[in-house]
């Protein structure tokens, strides 16, 4: 009987010494959970935490991952490469982090943001206090000096920046292809064409610099070139032009507000009322309405005295004016407003989703996003309202 409690004895020694020892063994370091607090769920196993105002990562048995010494992280997951990295803050400084916390891209910069691939777009003060942009890759080196002034989101293959006051462009091989030289980048980049201004004037470029549409215009707008044709302002009038600068509609109107090439109707403001033209700038629609919208499964709102209802191509009033606010049909029903509510109609001006929702979007598929009584969620068209889950 002795002999079985000694051997006991040193198996029971044996386990605390082994426990001891495999908690002290690195890369098992973890964190009680009364110590942090959840500050975002990734919903793979991972978990953003934070203890008081400092931020990491622990997994679902509270591992700690990236250590809680951080006074911002957000997770950065590569499609390419199917990791995960980390964009962290310590000392007032960003940079790049795995999930073994072992630094990639040196806590250095005032921001640091994804550019393409393996590219990150970072911004520095110099001693003076001016912001600087420049580019440089996951390993830290840099591909474009940081001495810009800004630096825009790739598009379609091409990125605005912009040195002192001048504009150009560098391409998705940080490659310089069109110098600083313009006063302004439109930030709507299109088809391979940009909006550029040059001494006060618009006009557009392709990415070999070559002007499709010469620097006469005041302001160019929306570019439809998949239909060839662009909103253009001339002498405080609005009208459309071609990709060859040709003239498609007078520069007669206030403004154009909503272009359906498609069906030809294009609405737009003359002398402060809004009615609907074609494309050969014959009035299909009255300038009678304070307000309007594109045509939506048939119908458009438009608004009287204050008032919006809906109309067809005919300038039929389908839906009568009594809402204070309305947007397009979608999936048969437009969201509307009443006495600051918003509900949603059907093309007979029926109400289908009761008006009981402080905010809305529209119906994409069988649902749409509401907000009711700070509850976030969704409602189906049977008007039954669904919060989301905390």
Not at 120 to 146: A, E, F, H, M, T
Not at 284 to 301: H, K, N
């Amino acid at each position: 009987m002795d002999t079985i409690q000694k051997v006991f004895k040193k198996l029971s020694i044996f386990l605390v010494f082994a426990m001891v020892i495999g908690l002290m063994t690195p890369g098992v370091v973890l964190a009680k959970k009364k110590d942090y607090k959840v500050y975002e769920d990734y919903g793979d196993g991972l978990i953003a935490v934070y203890k008081g105002k400092k931020y990491g990562v622990v997994n679902k048995k509270g591992k700690i991952v990236i250590p809680i010494v951080y006074q911002e992280i957000i997770r950065e997951y590569d499609v390419i490469s199917l990791k995960d990295n980390y964009f962290v803050k310590k000392a007032g400084k960003w940079g790049l982090v795995n999930k073994q916390n072992k630094v990639l891209i040196k806590l250095q910069y005032d921001n640091i943001e994804r550019f393409e691939d393996k590219h990150y777009i970072v911004r520095k003060k110099d001693k003076r206090g001016d912001v600087y942009y420049g580019i440089i890759k996951s390993n830290n080196k840099v591909v474009l000096p940081i001495k810009y002034s800004d630096i825009g989101i790739l598009y379609d293959g091409w990125a605005f920046v912009k040195k002192g006051k001048k504009y150009g462009f560098i391409n998705d091989k940080i490659k310089t292809i069109i110098k600083p030289q313009y006063d302004f980048v439109s930030r709507y980049i299109d088809e391979g064409y940009a909006s550029v201004v040059k001494s006060g004037h618009y006009g557009i470029i392709n990415k070999k610099n070559k002007v499709i549409i010469p620097f006469e215009y005041d302001h160019i707008g929306d570019t439809y070139f998949n239909y060839g044709y662009i909103i253009a302002s001339k002498s405080g009038k609005t009208g459309i032009i071609d990709t060859k600068n040709k003239v498609i509609i007078p520069f007669e109107y206030d403004s154009i507000e909503a272009v359906d090439f498609e069906n030809g109707f294009i609405g737009a403001i003359k002398s402060d009322k809004y009615g609907y033209i074609n494309m050969e700038n014959k009035v299909v629609i009255p300038f009678e309405y304070e307000g309007g919208m594109e045509f939506a499964e048939g119908l458009a709102g438009v608004s009287k005295d204050g008032k919006w209802g809906f109309i067809n191509k005919n300038n039929k009033v389908i839906i009568p004016f009594e809402y204070d606010g309305a947007w397009g049909f979608s999936e048969g029903l437009a969201k509307v407003k009443k006495a600051d509510k918003y509900g949603f109609i059907d093309k007979t001006g029926k109400v289908i989703v009761p008006f009981e929702y402080d905010d809305a979007n529209s119906f994409i598929g069988e649902s749409a996003p509401v907000e009711k009584g700070g509850k976030a969620g969704t409602v189906d068209k049977n008007g039954v309202f669904t919060p989301y889950e905390d």
